[in-house]
């Protein structure tokens, strides 16, 4: 139905249904708006879809405070350790990942809706160059990667069958991030990979809310929204119809990431194969939390034998976030979630069933641009690992930290987590890489804040690097190409 705004009064039927939500406030200023902003306001509320909306803050503010069961630690056995893995399993693995994406059973889905508010960037995250010799920005540095992946799979096909392999690329973005990401990848001609293999989808919106659930306007005419958190995936993969473009592409697996990381190894055949091997519905990557107070959500079992799920750095007892598993030393809750997962596509499909149907999101405080300048309120979110308990069966994937995990969250000049830290932890890992194949790094700086940089069209995880590195020198910083 179509509702025009020229009245003197809010419409009727609106504002009654407002009413009935609590949210008639929205109109409060409708005296002082143009015909048009009224119009804008009466559209930006028609487009919401108010019964959900209302039962999602209702459920999701009750919620808060309600007694959760305990945690307990995944046990040892549930996780396989990097130090426990033997050269004949990853050789494996590596193999059968190969040749799955071989037979093009892999996709890649990135969640890239972020508003990136910590890195302070007007762009999408992915758009963000991190100051390495090349240049490249995160989402080059990824289209990359997937290349790299593609010619791996290219060689192992030529021990078998003919064919070439194209690994699909899901990108979600937001109402925040669609179209400046599209036309980032547009200019830069899809970074070498085929227009066609590249899906965008856009995830939805939730309103942001006060503490006692009412909207929070952003203008006199249009409600304040934010991206319903990466867990909105799911709804947006079903209403987008993509469960199904995956299913008719022969799509198996999905190995789904956060844009913010620059060692993330997209499409990973080892961990794909690890996957497989396992026979899981869901997996994560994991990295050994570094310290009791490190800000990173920790996997555990909800309850004893119960599903694994993610619980975050602020939830957790401190007395729990120190406790140490006497067996071994370590820290009784280690395994930190740093949004590296795989599915199968069968999980999904049944996850974004569900998930779609829970009416608790996770609030976010957050500053909010209101009519009021920035306001404290709450954004209402899902999250990717809210599948988990869902999930028949999981497991985890220790990956080292200074081979996988360089995260890009917040602005230089902050301590941790910034784009020169990010920089850093890739110029130390292919530093690595290169002297390990035989080649000699100069530097007129100390060697800590340099490195060489491997473009990821050369090397996927560090290997063959001897033909291009064994004998030469390379004077950091710079990248090696071919
Ligand atoms: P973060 O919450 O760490 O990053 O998301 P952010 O939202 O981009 O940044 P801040 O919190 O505003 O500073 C982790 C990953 O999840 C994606 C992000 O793009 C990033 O890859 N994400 C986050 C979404 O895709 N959608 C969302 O609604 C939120």
Request: negative net charge; glycine residues 8%.
């Amino acid at each position: 139905m179509v509702v025009e705004a020229n009245a003197e009064s809010p419409p009727q039927a609106l504002m009654e249904r407002l009413k009935d939500y609590g949210q008639e406030d929205a109109f409060a200023l409708w005296d002082e708006l143009s015909p048009r902003e009224r119009q804008l306001l009466v559209d930006d509320i028609e487009s919401l879809d108010l019964p959900r909306v209302d039962r999602i803050i209702r459920c999701s503010l009750r919620s808060q405070g309600l007694p959760v069961a305990a945690v307990e630690p995944v046990p040892e056995s549930d996780v396989s350790a990097a130090e426990g893995r033997t050269m004949e399993e990853r050789e494996r693995w590596w193999k059968m990942g190969l040749k799955a994406i071989s037979d093009g059973k892999l996709a890649v889905l990135l969640l890239s809706g972020g508003q990136g508010t910590r890195l302070g960037s007007s762009d999408p995250k992915g758009c963000f160059n991190i100051g390495l010799p090349s240049g490249k920005s995160l989402f080059q540095i990824q289209a990359e990667r997937i290349l790299c992946v593609q010619k791996l799979a290219v060689q192992a096909l030529r021990e078998g069958s003919v064919g070439s392999p194209q690994i699909h690329w899901y990108i979600m973005t937001s109402p925040f991030t669609d179209e400046p990401t599209r036309k980032y990848f547009e200019s830069h001609k899809y970074f070498g990979l085929e227009a066609e293999q590249i899906t965008f989808f856009q995830q939805g919106t939730m309103p942001c809310v006060s503490k006692d659930g009412r909207f929070i306007m952003e203008t006199p005419y249009r409600v304040a929204k934010a991206p319903d958190g990466n867990g909105g995936v799911y709804t947006a993969l079903k209403t987008s119809k993509l469960l199904e473009d995956m299913a008719s592409r022969g799509i198996k697996y999905l190995d789904c990431y956060g844009v913010d990381n620059a060692l993330v190894r997209v499409a990973d055949p080892t961990f794909l194969g690890y996957f497989m091997d396992k026979g899981v519905d869901a997996a994560a990557k994991v990295v050994r939390k570094a310290y009791p107070q490190e800000k990173v959500g920790v996997f555990v079992r909800r309850g004893k034998g119960g599903p694994l799920t993610v619980v975050e750095y602020n939830e957790l007892d401190p007395t729990l976030a120190s406790a140490i598993n006497q067996e071994t030393g370590r820290l009784r809750f280690c395994w930190s979630n740093v949004c590296l997962h795989m599915f199968t596509l069968d999980f999904l499909n049944q996850v974004a069933n569900g998930l779609e149907k829970d009416s608790i999101y996770h609030l976010a405080e957050k500053k909010i641009a209101s009519i009021h300048g920035q306001t404290a309120g709450l954004k209402l979110e899902q999250f990717i690992f809210d599948a988990f308990p869902y999930a028949p069966s999981t497991a985890l994937f220790e990956v080292l930290r200074d081979e996988e995990f360089a995260p890009v969250k917040n602005a230089n000049g902050s301590n941790f987590d910034t784009p020169d830290s990010a920089r850093l932890l890739v110029l130390r890992l292919h530093t690595r890489w290169v002297v390990a194949a035989g080649g000699f790094v100069t530097h007129s700086v100390p060697l800590y804040a340099t490195g060489v940089e491997v473009s990821p069209l050369c090397s996927y995880a560090g290997e063959n690097l001897e033909a291009i590195c064994r004998g030469r020198t390379f004077h950091a910083p710079c990248e090696i190409a071919f």
